[in-house]
C-alpha cells in the first residue's frame, strides 16, 4: 500500500465527492458514478418482467441503464450478460417524457373515455416498437382508435417485430417507469397500471423476442394486481426481481456492503488528485473501457475490509470504547425505516452533513469525521424529503405529528389528524394535481379513512407497531420531524 491520505485530504475528497454525487439524480448521473452491486443483476434479465423498488431504491436509474446505450454497455460487460449487447430498449411511460409516452393530459382524457388500460398500454409499446400505421397518426387518441379499429392489429404487428427481431438476433424490451405519476387518484393510476402488467405477461408469455419491463413501487404493485388475472399475478410475482440496497444473512442481521461499497466507489472515481490517492491505496483497483475506476471486491463485499477502511475516516467506535456501538453499523442502523430499508442518497448526505459538522465543530479531530457527527448525520433529513417527494400526501399526514413524544396511540394520531381537517387536505391535493398540466405524484388510497392511512404509513415504513399496539417511527424519520420519545405507558382512558 502506497502513502495514507492525511485528514485534510480525505476532507477534500469527502467534500467533493459527495457533493457530486448528491447534485446528480438518476437522469443525470454520469457513466463514472454508475456502481453495479450484485443485487441489481436480476433486475436487468430480459424475464423479469416486474422489477420492485421501494422509494429511492434506484428503480428510475436502472430503466435509464437498459435504454441508454452507453449505461446497457457497461451493465452487459460489469454482469457479463451478452444478451443487454443485443437488447433495443425504449421507454413506454417514464421519468422523462418522450414522443413513445402519453402525456398526462391525454391519458386523463382517455381515461375519461372509458380506455381499458390495456388497450392503451398495447397502444404505446407498439407504437415505440415502430408500428408504421401507428406511428404516421399525431396523437394517442388517433392511435388508440386505430387499435380499437383493427382487431386483427395487435397479434399481426407483434409477430412481425417477433420475427424481425429473430432475423437481427435482437431482442426489444418496452420500459414503464415512474407509474406513481399516472394519475393523482391512486384508485385510478392502480387501474392504469393493471394495464401495464397485463401487456408484460400477454408479451412474456405469446412472444420469445419482445417484453415489457415494468418498474413499481410494492404498494402500488399489490393493488394494480387486482386488475390482473389470477394465473396471470402468480406468473409476474414468481418472475420479480428486487432492486435492494442491504442483504439478511442468516443471523437475520442485515449486511449493508453494497452501501460502502457504493460509497468508496463514489471516493474512487472523483476525478482528483485525492481520488486517484485513495484508489492508490488499493493498488487492485482497475479501470474500464469507459474510465470508470473499479474497486477490488474487498472495498465492494468484504465487510471487514470495509470497516477497516471507514474506520480510517470516523474512527471504530461511536466513543472512546464500543460500549456506545460501532461506527460501521450506525449510519446503516439509524438510516433504515421501519421495514428494514435504507437508500443510498440520505446515506451519502448523512455523511455529507457530518463532514460539515465535523469541520464547524471539530475541525482539530485526528479523524476526517468525528464520531458524534455521524449523530448530526442522521438527522439530516434526507430520508424524508425522498419520501415526501415521492409520496406528498406523507408530508401533510406527518406534519401534524411534529413535537410529539413517541410512542403515540393511534387514536391520538387521528385527533391530530381530525384537528388539521386532513381527509379535506388530502382530497384537495388530489383535486389540484389532477387540474395540473404536469405530472403529478399519486396520493393515498383511502384519503378519507384515518385507519387505512395509517396502515398506508406503516406499510411504507414510516410508522411501526410496537408488540404493545403503540404506534413508533424510526429515528431517520422521527428526528427530521422533531418528535420526541418517552417511556410507552398508556394514559387512563378518558370519562364520557
Known sequence: MSRTLSVAEYRT??????????????????????YTPDARRAAL?????????????????????????????????????????????????????????????ELRTLTAWGVQPTTLWTTVALTALGVPDLATLATWTERVDWLVRNPGATDRSLAEIEASARTADTFRIVLFDSLDQL????????????????????????????????????????GALNGVPRADRAFLTARAADLPWSRTHYLHRFDRADLFGLLFHVLGNHASAEAAAFRAAWPTWQQDADGRFLA?????????????????????????NARKGFTYNYLSCYLQDALGTITPRPFLAALAAALENTNRSHSEHDRPLHYDDLRHGVSCGARAEELHQALPWARLALEPLAGQQLPMWEEDVFELWQNIGLADRLQELTRRAAADASRSRTGPRHPTSYPFLLEELVDAGVLDRRTTGELDMPDVYRTALGLGRRGGVRRAPTAA
Open 296 to 320: 477490488p471486491d474487498e472495498l465492494s463485499r468484504d465487510r471487514k475490509a470495509q470497516e477497516e477502511v471507514f474506520t480510517t475516516l470516523v474512527g471504530r467506535y461511536m466513543g472512546v
Open 13 to 34: 475528497l469527502l467534500h467533493d465527492a459527495l457533493s457530486a454525487a448528491l447534485a446528480t439524480d438518476a437522469l443525470t448521473l454520469p457513466i463514472p458514478m454508475m
Open 183 to 222: 394519475h393523482p387518484d391512486r384508485t385510478l393510476a392502480e387501474h392504469l397500471a393493471s394495464g401495464v402488467l397485463n401487456l408484460a405477461a400477454t408479451l412474456s408469455r405469446r412472444t420469445t423476442r419482445l417484453r415489457a419491463k415494468v418498474f413499481i413501487r410494492p404498494d402500488m404493485l399489490d
Open 45 to 105: 434479465y430480459a424475464d423479469s418482467t416486474v422489477v420492485r423498488g421501494a422509494v429511492g431504491e434506484g428503480k428510475t436509474f436502472w430503466a435509464r441503464a437498459l435504454t441508454d446505450p452507453q449505461l446497457r454497455a457497461v451493465a452487459a460487460r460489469e454482469y457479463r450478460m451478452p444478451r443487454l449487447e443485443r437488447t433495443e430498449a425504449a421507454n413506454g411511460f417514464g421519468a422523462r417524457l418522450d414522443t413513445f409516452q402519453p402525456s398526462p393530459g
